[in-house]
């Protein structure tokens, strides 16, 4: 997956093909420029302490970051189901992207001892009140979410209940057209027959294999003649048509 | 150029354990995609950041040849400003870049060819000089020293091989940016039947096909348009709860910011105390003297100086820590003092501190010593001016770095 990049950029030709040769050779002719100032002004750079803090800050975050936010990935894998994975997994960013860039603040680090106009702030206290209110947000979309899967149920109950009778669902096969109401289940039919719970809506996989569904009625799941004949049944319609029962 | 990009041996497969798996990294965020628009905000970011950044170290050590104007009196406030709460708002962005494009660093094989080998290492000083600017600019306006090297000239020079090695980057990956953002990229096969994401409800109708966006694998966590979302309120944040230190206004929301700008004695924040720099006896003697150095020398006690003309000002201090605070100043006017020692106007005069050491001169040029806002202020916001603002005269200019605006000002030198 990530190495599609890579095979797109062999046979992408550039529109202006020194234009890239150009920039390379600017930014290493940039980057020769900081080493050698880094260098010649030792005594304020430290070259030695500037280069174990440069080292020091990509080791840190790949053997230290990259690797805790995988083992936190991991666990919300295990702990948090999906919808609300994302929400949580949102705010986490969100959360750590304040401690960091706000770190010496909340810990007390830095500051001068007699002037108190530095990091004056109750920064304990303020952090409280924006973490509280990331996880204010999150949980209102949590919840948010929560009630849109709720509404959902029905609809999902009805593709279980078709699972459980044998039917192979294709996927995209049952699609929930926006606007059409989810079948109620204490309409009695006129057949006398509690309606069979099954989705809503025809598929056109059916209509194109030209099985005689009537427009109203449940669609037949999986293929058309096995399902048209389970319609029927359902029905208690059979082979006769619809005259029973009214 | 052929042997550069020759294949070289690839190493046993046996060695290819934890994270060089190839399904070590099941993450659907993991994708070209995902790096290049988040590397497109970035290097946007970082290129604003380098600008605002050459600016403020030009004010501070301007060539010969270039006078920087003392108008727009809030043109320092905005750039520095924009700086920190750029490099600031960098923090999310690259960490979540950085986790796009983490498989990277487990590729295999290792090394493909001289020219992957290549690539691979300019990659280093594009991290580590990131990660490095961002850590140190943190620390340095919490003034947080935990380091021993210079910040403003480690900073600096750090930040030319930063943008040095971004260039470099892009050059190697315009390619893959183009293939994969805007409305030329490369479209894959259409699937058979697309897969809803559990998250949205974006399950394409039957009768549309879709031209052929290939589609994003299914899963249950974060999806990319939720990560840009994420990313995008981390980003919102921050900058909210940071703008207060240097927007007159919002000190409301100042809540995570190492300033605000209404915090301090006389409601203006110190950066320098005098105990601090040593000034606190010789400020407060009584026989301090004001000595103006020109074709006319003279010198002035305390009292005189008081009794000069006074002018009033309402002037910014913008401070190189990215916040800045209004204030009212009086006392005279630079200008006038400068013509009673008969200084042309066309000379660059040097203002020297109390306090020895390398802020203890500023040179101010033309614009800024003939500027009629710029005094050489005696009171701040109707009282005398206090000890830690500078007592008893401080340099005020418009436009100017408050680092350069020199407090317990005893000399002012015609160069």
């Excluded at chain 1, 002719?29 to 174990?52: E, K, M, N, V, W």
């Excluded at chain 1, 936010?69 to 948090?80: I, M, N, Q, S």
């Excluded at chain 1, 099954?198 to 056109?204: A, F, L, R």
């Amino acid at each position: 997956m990530v190495e599609e990049g890579n095979a797109i950029s062999a046979r992408d030709a550039p529109r202006v093909p020194w234009g890239r040769g150009l920039l390379a050779a600017a930014g290493l002719a940039a980057l020769g420029y900081g080493i050698h100032g880094l260098l010649t002004a030792a005594r304020a750079t430290h070259p030695t302490q500037a280069a174990r803090w440069l080292i020091g800050g990509v080791l840190a975050h790949d053997l230290i970051v990259a690797p805790v936010a995988a083992l936190v990935g991991l666990a919300l894998t295990r702990l948090v189901r999906a919808p609300y994975r994302a929400v949580v997994q949102g705010a986490l960013l969100v959360s750590s992207a304040v401690l960091l860039s706000s770190l010496p603040l909340w810990r007390g680090y830095g500051g001068a001892p007699g002037n108190p106009s530095v990091d004056p702030l109750p920064y304990g206290r303020n952090l409280a009140l924006v973490l509280g209110a990331i996880w204010l947000a999150a949980g209102a979309l949590i919840a948010a979410r929560a009630t849109r899967a709720r509404g959902d149920q029905a609809g999902h109950d009805q593709n279980r209940h078709a699972q459980r009778r044998g039917d192979r669902i294709q996927p995209g096969q049952i699609r929930y057209e926006q606007g059409l109401p989810l079948p109620r289940r204490d309409i009695r039919h006129d057949w006398g027959k509690p309606l069979p719970e099954g989705p809503v809506g025809v598929g056109p996989a059916e209509r194109a294999e030209g099985g005689e569904v009537p427009a109203a009625a449940p669609p037949g799941l999986g293929e058309g003649e096995a399902g048209g004949r389970r319609v029927a049944e359902n029905l208690g319609v059979a082979e006769e048509g619809p005259e029973e029962g009214s | 150029m052929r042997l550069a990009t020759r294949r070289l041996p690839e190493p046993p497969a046996f060695l290819r354990r934890g994270p060089l798996r190839e399904d070590a990294f099941p993450s659907r965020l993991h994708h070209p995609r995902v790096a290049a628009l988040l590397g497109l905000w970035l290097g946007a970011a970082f290129a604003v950041c380098f600008a605002t950044g050459l600016i403020s170290h030009f004010m501070q050590h301007p060539p010969s040849w270039l006078d920087w104007p003392s108008r727009p009196v809030n043109l320092y406030r905005l750039t520095q400003g924009i700086h920190v709460i750029t490099g600031l708002t960098c923090v999310p962005l690259l960490l979540a870049k950085l986790w796009t494009v983490y498989p990277r660093l487990w590729e295999w094989p290792p090394l493909r060819s001289v020219a992957h080998a290549a690539e691979r290492l300019s990659v280093l000083p594009l991290v580590a000089g990131a990660i490095f600017q961002l850590a140190t600019g943190i620390a340095n306006i919490a003034q947080w020293y935990r380091f021993r090297f210079f910040f403003t000239v480690t900073h600096y020079w750090v930040a030319w091989i930063t943008i040095g090695a971004l260039a470099v980057h892009v050059a190697a990956k315009l390619a893959v940016v183009r293939a994969n953002v805007g409305p030329g990229r490369a479209r894959g096969p259409v699937p058979d039947a697309p897969v809803p994401d559990a998250v949205t409800r974006d399950v394409p109708g039957p009768g549309v096909p879709d031209p052929g966006v290939p589609a994003e694998p299914a899963g249950g966590g974060l999806s990319r348009r939720g990560l840009g979302i994420a990313v995008g309120t981390a980003v919102g944040v921050i900058a909210v709860t940071n703008a207060g230190q240097f927007v007159p206004g919002l000190a409301a929301v100042d809540l995570l910011a190492p300033r605000r700008p209404d915090v301090g004695p006389q409601h203006l924040p110190v950066n320098r105390t005098a105990a601090a720099a040593r000034v606190v006896t010789v400020a407060r003697d009584p026989g301090f003297r004001l000595d103006v150095v020109g074709p006319r020398p003279y010198s002035l006690t305390l009292a005189e100086l008081l009794g000069w003309e006074r002018h009033t000002v309402r002037l910014p201090i913008t401070c190189v820590e990215g916040w800045s605070a209004d204030a009212t100043w009086h006392g005279p006017r630079l200008r006038d003092l400068l013509d009673a020692a008969g200084v042309p106007p066309d000379a660059t005069v040097r203002v020297e501190s109390l306090e020895r050491g390398g802020y203890g001169k500023s040179e101010v040029r033309p614009p800024h010593a003939r500027d009629p806002l710029t005094l050489l202020a005696t009171g701040l916001n109707g009282a005398d001016l206090g000890l830690d603002h500078g007592y008893p005269a401080r340099l005020i200019a418009p436009d100017r770095p408050g680092v350069l605006q020199t407090k317990w000002v005893h000399r002012v030198v015609m160069l």
